[in-house]
């Protein structure tokens, strides 16, 4: 996304299954879950600020419940 968020998909077709990492961890821990998940459906994945590849420009250190909260939602409208 512009903000710096980055985001993998699958091909496919299908649903979308939107995975949330776990603190400390990135959107690449979904990686084998991804290989099953496109034989039937989409599966996006993206790395929290302060995680894994994402460059977020705002707010960087704020990873309160309620920014988190609000970085899955605006990532579900994007994808």
Same mark, same amino acid.
Request: hydrophobic residues 45%.
């Given at each position: &996304?512009?903000?710096? *968020? #980055?985001i %993998? %998909? *699958?091909? =496919? !077709?299908? #649903?979308?299954?939107?995975?949330?990492? =776990?603190?400390g &961890?990135?959107?690449?821990?979904?990686?084998?879950?991804a290989?099953? /998940?496109?034989? +039937?459906?989409?599966?996006?994945?993206?790395?929290?600020?302060g !995680?894994?590849?994402?460059? !977020?420009?705002?707010?960087?250190?704020?990873?309160?419940?309620?920014?988190?909260?609000?970085?899955?939602?605006? *990532?579900?409208? +994007? /994808?």
């Amino acid at each position: &996304m512009d903000n710096g *968020t #980055p985001i %993998f %998909f *699958t091909e =496919g !077709h299908g #649903p979308i299954f939107l995975c949330f990492h =776990g603190a400390g &961890m990135c959107a690449l821990s979904f990686a084998l879950l991804a290989k099953e /998940v496109k034989k +039937f459906a989409r599966l996006a994945a993206f790395d929290f600020r302060g !995680h894994g590849f994402s460059k !977020h420009e705002d707010g960087e250190n704020d990873l309160s419940i309620e920014t988190l909260i609000e970085d899955g939602i605006e *990532t579900l409208r +994007f /994808v």
